[in-house]
């Protein structure tokens, strides 16, 4: 067997995955993913009040905090076909805006730019040149000299001391890394820039969903906003208003930071465009709904297969049954028993853990805690990369306005700025996630405010309700429940039997993409996206490190399970 190069943990991510890739020629030849980590929630929902599922879910993870409480509202009111109030629907679309802005920034800046950055080299930077090129791309309020020098000065004392803090253990000199020192020294700046707009997002969040992380304020059938205008403890002008400031100042950083930040980045490894495609069908459902039923969206979704944007197929609504139907989960490469490939509603999720023979994984057999998620097109089932490349693409072709906008602007400023001509096709690489994921910024930032001053006005025409309450009907209900999540397509699926939970399934963003192989040996997003990919030093694997982080793995919202005798599985050392 050829010698392997194992990541693992991957590190600047939620949770525990391991990569384990083949190396041949200093290029990736094959590649496995593997959800380290077990946990969860869908097994101890079984016999409760579907009212409490949301509290439950949204603890499947810390970092998407919302997404998990919006899809599981979501899938009971489907179950019932509930509609809920506009004012309910216009305060879970701010909510889901500003927690993806959150989200996002978070991710380019934090937990994904080192791979690209070199942030010892920002020591050699001239912090007047770095000016002159930030300002040149940007006329963002703090892009000048002295901005950088302080930063490079506070830097300085960091490397000085040994104490590198958040930027320790990071690949610095790696021959992969090629920016120049001043874009270095921008990038930094960003990066503690960001730290306050993300939280500024987050704020937004905390004022209407009562406490952040893990919003407080949902219900089956609503929100349990109370609205009144003239109200002190209620969301009133007030509390509104510092909501609008907070979203117009995120919005500004998107678009006059994050964004240009993404462009300038890429525009220094042009090289990469041709790195990290993998799997090339691509699946978004809609968000941001318009109306009480979910029939109409700010945000399209749909799928397009093989890269070919005109084979793009809408999913129109929350009852649309190319989407509910659609979608099955393969366990035969997963620690589950059986070998099946399921719908979700007909799941069952046994755990068996097969271990790593040698301390490698299996690749012959069972390898990851990851189920195999796959979509049914043409009678086949396929892996089907979501996120936000897959919303932009989808976007792009169904003629989403906003996203045609912010698409052929960014691509404009992307071709002059690496002065090669570069197309919606590029999107489909390592860079080009990072791009669809600031453009889905920029949208999103505008559609928040959209969402805010649709609020605004339905509460000066005097609808002050929030809610629709549920009642339960005798027999079996099914729902199924879906919010397009920072990472791609959640869905939520229940059964629902006298008002109780028999079963409860979440197919996740980073399921579909982190997922093992199916029983045709097909991979999943990750693992397909290595194959090709340099890898200039097995022993520092960077390239490993962009590919996977440019899909913004969180392996807590893969893998949610418990062990429903609460038995230890596996043993996490913390880092
Ligand atoms: Ni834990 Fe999540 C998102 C969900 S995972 S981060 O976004 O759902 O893919
Ligand atoms: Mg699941």
Same mark, same amino acid.
């Given at each position: 067997?050829?010698?392997?190069?194992?990541?693992?943990?991957?590190?600047?991510?939620?949770?525990?995955?391991?990569?384990?890739?083949?190396?041949?020629?200093?290029?990736?030849?094959?590649?496995?993913?593997?959800?380290?980590?077990?946990?969860?929630?869908?097994?101890?929902?079984?016999?409760?009040?579907?009212?409490?599922?949301?509290?439950?879910?949204?603890?499947?993870?810390?970092?998407?905090?919302?997404?998990?409480?919006?899809?599981?509202?979501? *899938?009971?009111? +489907?179950?019932?076909?509930?509609?809920?109030?506009?004012?309910?629907?216009?305060?879970?679309?701010?909510?889901?805006?500003?927690?993806?802005?959150?989200?996002?920034?978070?991710?380019?800046?934090?937990?994904?730019?080192?791979?690209?950055?070199?942030?010892?080299?920002?020591?050699?930077?001239?912090?007047?040149?770095?000016?002159?090129?930030?300002?040149?791309?940007?006329?963002?309020?703090?892009?000048?000299?002295?901005?950088?020098?302080?930063?490079?000065?506070?830097?300085?004392?960091?490397?000085?001391?040994?104490?590198?803090?958040?930027?320790?253990?990071?690949?610095?000199?790696?021959?992969?890394?090629?920016?120049?020192?001043?874009?270095?020294?921008?990038?930094?700046?960003?990066?503690?820039?960001?730290?306050?707009?993300?939280?500024?997002?987050?704020?937004?969040?905390?004022?209407?969903?009562?406490? +952040?992380?893990?919003?407080?304020?949902?219900?089956?059938?609503?929100?349990?906003?109370?609205?009144?205008?003239?109200?002190?403890?209620?969301?009133?002008?007030?509390?509104?208003?510092?909501?609008?400031?907070?979203?117009?100042?995120?919005?500004?950083?998107?678009?006059?930071?994050?964004?240009?930040?993404?462009?300038?980045?890429?525009?220094?490894?042009?090289?990469?465009?041709?790195?990290?495609?993998?799997?090339?069908?691509?699946?978004?459902?809609?968000?941001? #709904?318009?109306?009480?039923?979910?029939?109409?969206?700010?945000?399209?979704?749909?799928?397009?297969?093989?890269?070919?944007?005109?084979? $793009?197929?809408?999913?129109?609504?929350?009852?649309?049954?190319?989407?509910?139907?659609? $979608?099955?989960?393969?366990?035969?490469?997963?620690?589950?028993?059986?070998?099946?490939?399921?719908?979700?509603?007909?799941?069952?999720?046994?755990?068996?853990?097969?271990?790593?023979?040698?301390?490698?994984?299996?690749?012959?057999?069972?390898?990851?805690?990851?189920?195999?998620?796959?979509?049914?097109?043409?009678?086949?089932?396929?892996?089907?990369?979501?996120?936000?490349?897959?919303?932009?693409?989808?976007?792009?072709?169904?003629?989403?306005?906003?996203?045609?906008?912010?698409?052929?602007?960014?691509?404009?400023?992307?071709?002059?700025?690496?002065?090669?001509? $570069?197309?919606?096709?590029?999107?489909? *690489?390592?860079?080009?996630?990072?791009?669809?994921?600031?453009?889905?910024?920029?949208?999103? *930032?505008?559609?928040?405010?959209?969402?805010?001053?649709?609020?605004?006005?339905?509460?000066?025409?005097?609808?002050?309700?929030?809610?629709?309450?549920?009642?339960?009907?005798?027999?079996?209900?099914?729902?199924?429940?879906?919010?397009?999540? #920072?990472?791609?397509?959640?869905?939520?699926?229940?059964?629902?039997?006298?008002?109780?939970?028999?079963?409860?399934?979440?197919?996740?963003?980073?399921?579909?993409?982190?997922?093992?192989?199916?029983?045709?040996?097909?991979?999943?997003?990750?693992?397909?996206?290595?194959?090709?990919?340099?890898?200039?030093?097995?022993?520092?694997?960077?390239?490993?490190?962009?590919?996977?982080?440019?899909?913004?793995?969180?392996?807590?919202?893969?893998?949610?399970?418990?062990?429903?005798?609460?038995?230890?599985?596996?043993?996490?050392?913390?880092?």
């Amino acid at each position: 067997m050829a010698k392997r190069v194992v990541v693992d943990p991957i590190t600047r991510i939620e949770g525990h995955l391991r990569i384990e890739v083949l190396p041949e020629n200093g290029y990736i030849k094959d590649a496995y993913s593997s959800a380290q980590m077990w946990r969860g929630i869908e097994v101890i929902l079984q016999g409760r009040n579907p009212n409490d599922a949301w509290f439950f879910t949204q603890r499947i993870c810390g970092v998407c905090t919302t997404v998990h409480a919006i899809a599981s509202v979501r *899938s009971v009111e +489907n179950a019932l076909q509930l509609e809920i109030p506009y004012n309910a629907q216009m305060i879970r679309n701010i909510i889901i805006a500003a927690h993806a802005l959150h989200d996002h920034i978070v991710h380019f800046y934090h937990l994904s730019a080192l791979d690209w950055v070199d942030v010892v080299s920002a020591l050699k930077a001239d912090p007047q040149k770095t000016a002159r090129l930030a300002q040149s791309i940007s006329d963002w309020k703090l892009n000048g000299a002295s901005v950088f020098k302080a930063v490079q000065e506070k830097l300085k004392k960091f490397v000085e001391s040994g104490q590198l803090g958040p930027f320790a253990n990071g690949y610095w000199g790696h021959p992969a890394m090629k920016l120049p020192p001043e874009v270095n020294l921008l990038a930094v700046t960003h990066y503690l820039q960001a730290l306050d707009y993300q939280r500024k997002a987050d704020m937004a969040i905390a004022i209407v969903g009562g406490k +952040n992380p893990h919003i407080q304020n949902l219900a089956v059938g609503g929100v349990g906003t109370a609205v009144n205008p003239d109200n002190i403890a209620t969301l009133n002008m007030e509390r509104l208003y510092y909501i609008k400031q907070l979203l117009e100042e995120v919005r500004e950083f998107v678009h006059k930071v994050y964004l240009p930040d993404v462009l300038a980045i890429a525009s220094f490894y042009p090289e990469w465009l041709e790195y990290g495609k993998g799997i090339d069908n691509y699946l978004a459902v809609p968000d941001l #709904p318009q109306d009480t039923k979910g029939e109409s969206f700010d945000l399209p979704g749909g799928t397009i297969l093989k890269g070919d944007l005109s084979t $793009v197929k809408p999913i129109k609504s929350f009852n649309d049954p190319y989407f509910i139907e659609n $979608v099955r989960e393969d366990i035969s490469r997963a620690w589950y028993k059986g070998n099946w490939m399921k719908h979700p509603w007909e799941e069952e999720t046994v755990p068996y853990y097969t271990d790593m023979p040698g301390g490698y994984l299996d690749t012959d057999g069972k390898y990851s805690w990851s189920k195999a998620p796959r979509f049914k097109v043409n009678g086949k089932y396929v892996p089907t990369q979501v996120g936000p490349l897959a919303q932009v693409l989808i976007g792009y072709a169904l003629g989403h306005k906003l996203t045609r906008k912010y698409v052929d602007k960014a691509l404009s400023e992307l071709s002059s700025l690496a002065r090669t001509s $570069v197309g919606v096709s590029a999107l489909q *690489s390592t860079p080009g996630r990072h791009l669809a994921r600031a453009i889905r910024a920029q949208i999103l *930032s505008d559609l928040a405010i959209k969402q805010w001053e649709q609020l605004v006005d339905n509460i000066g025409k005097g609808d002050l309700e929030i809610c629709n309450h549920p009642t339960y009907p005798k027999g079996e209900i099914r729902g199924c429940g879906f919010h397009e999540a #920072p990472r791609g397509a959640l869905s939520h699926r229940c059964v629902i039997e006298n008002g109780k939970i028999k079963n409860y399934q979440c197919v996740v963003p980073s399921t579909w993409n982190a997922g093992p192989r199916d029983s045709k040996g097909q991979r999943g997003p990750y693992e397909a996206s290595l194959i090709g990919n340099p890898i200039a030093d097995p022993e520092r694997p960077l390239e490993v490190l962009r590919t996977v982080h440019s899909f913004d793995p969180c392996i807590a919202c893969a893998v949610h399970m418990v062990d429903p005798e609460g038995k230890e599985i596996v043993k996490v050392k913390a880092l």
